[in-house]
């Protein structure tokens, strides 16, 4: 591959980063919204109405193509997506209650770092005692300790804010913690529909479809079964208060805000597969790892410039700056191993 391929594909996957790290700012900025309502458009744009369009677009023969492939091949992506889905709902729940720029770093160093661990456990246990399971490892342990002092910055920053029930908001953002964790727990399945899914990409490329877009029946399947979770979840909460009247109240702001959140996601995920694609195996290492990166700093940057760190004390910034720093190395080693 020429540099100027390897310099345009590490661009693209630069610039998915900072996609993903932007996917939720405009729930910042809709101001006569709940966040259900955003998320459902959201989830109807990014998880069902785009992937679908790019399987019709890009697939020349899609019903084939499924009809081709294996029945525990569609039910692994079906399954892992629905797993992946939950991880999705609860990273957007994780933002609501501790803000982005603690929420993200936390999922996503647990999502590149058990992305990596959790196969190898499943599939080559031996490798564990090898040198890219030492990575792994040691990956996981910088990860742990890099989540425990962004939590400990948010905390510092929470215990600041006025609040009439400064305990109550400190347990508020413990809780919201845990569901940040479980976020990155689940997350990483997205990795294992496309691993244990993969002959539907093999017969998307026998029947004529391009390498590049051969995978985007394998995004529909999976990212339809986290879109029946997402939508029956918000639907519920729309239920349970008057939220749901915020579609008549201000239609605009939550068609408008909904659909950049899934646009901004959708292209991001569709970006970073053309652009590690184009780096052939650095681009589930090298590339991954900027990505990674690049979407955890972004979020920081819009939850300073959204004033979620406004009037926080020092030591939340030096406890976020030290979290930061060890969820950038535990990402590169979790990338170097993969």
């Known amino acids: 591959m020429q540099s100027f391929g390897i310099l345009g594909a590490f661009l693209l996957i630069l610039i998915s980063g900072v996609l993903n790290g932007s996917a939720a700012?405009?729930?910042?900025?809709?101001?006569?919204?709940?966040?259900?309502?955003?998320?459902?458009?959201?989830?109807?744009?990014?998880?069902?109405?785009?992937?679908?369009?790019?399987?019709?677009?890009?697939?020349?023969?899609?019903?084939?193509?499924?009809?081709?492939?294996?029945?525990?091949?569609?039910?692994?992506?079906?399954?892992?997506?629905?797993?992946?889905?939950?991880?999705?709902l609860?990273?957007?729940?994780?933002?609501?209650?501790?803000?982005?720029?603690?929420?993200f770093a936390i999922i996503l160093s647990l999502t590149a770092t058990l992305g990596s661990l959790l196969p190898l456990i499943v599939q080559h246990p031996q490798d564990l005692r090898s040198w890219r399971g030492h990575l792994l490892m040691a990956s996981l342990a910088i990860t742990i300790l890099g989540i425990g002092l962004c939590a400990l910055a948010g905390a510092a920053r929470t215990q600041e804010e006025p609040s009439p029930a400064p305990e109550q908001a400190v347990r508020h953002f413990w809780q919201g913690i845990i569901v940040c964790v479980l976020s990155g727990i689940f997350s990483p399945m997205l990795?294992?529909?496309?691993?244990?899914?993969?002959?539907?990409?093999?017969?998307?490329?026998?029947?004529?479809?391009?390498?590049?877009w051969a995978a985007n029946?394998?995004?529909?399947?999976?990212?339809?079964?986290?879109?029946?979770l997402n939508a029956v979840y918000c639907l519920w909460r729309l239920g349970l208060s008057t939220s749901c009247t915020r579609f008549l109240d201000a239609p605009w702001e939550n068609l408008v805000?909904?659909?950049?959140?899934?646009?901004?996601f959708f292209v991001s995920v569709i970006t970073y597969g053309i652009g590690a694609d184009k780096l052939g195996h650095w681009g589930t290492s090298t590339g991954w790892a900027i990505y990674m990166c690049a979407t955890v700093f972004i979020a920081n940057l819009w939850g300073i410039a959204t004033g979620e760190?406004?009037?926080?004390p020092k030591k939340s910034y030096v406890f976020l700056g030290a979290g930061l720093l060890a969820i950038t190395v535990a990402i590169i080693l979790a990338a170097s191993a993969s």
């Open 217 to 228: 029946g394998l995004w529909a399947i999976a990212l339809s079964a986290a879109f029946g």
């Open 309 to 312: 760190w406004r009037n926080a």
């Open 191 to 212: 990795n294992f529909a496309f691993a244990f899914g993969e002959p539907i990409t093999s017969a998307a490329r026998k029947l004529g479809t391009s390498p590049v």
């Open 25 to 88: 700012a405009p729930l910042k900025y809709a101001k006569h919204s709940e966040w259900e309502n955003l998320w459902f458009v959201q989830t109807i744009v990014a998880m069902l109405l785009f992937p679908w369009v790019l399987v019709w677009a890009t697939i020349p023969q899609p019903i084939a193509v499924f009809r081709n492939s294996s029945g525990p091949a569609l039910a692994a992506a079906a399954g892992f997506g629905f797993g992946w889905g939950l991880g999705t």
């Open 257 to 264: 805000a909904g659909s950049m959140m899934g646009l901004l």
């Open 90 to 103: 609860l990273y957007i729940i994780g933002v609501v209650m501790v803000g982005m720029s603690v929420s």
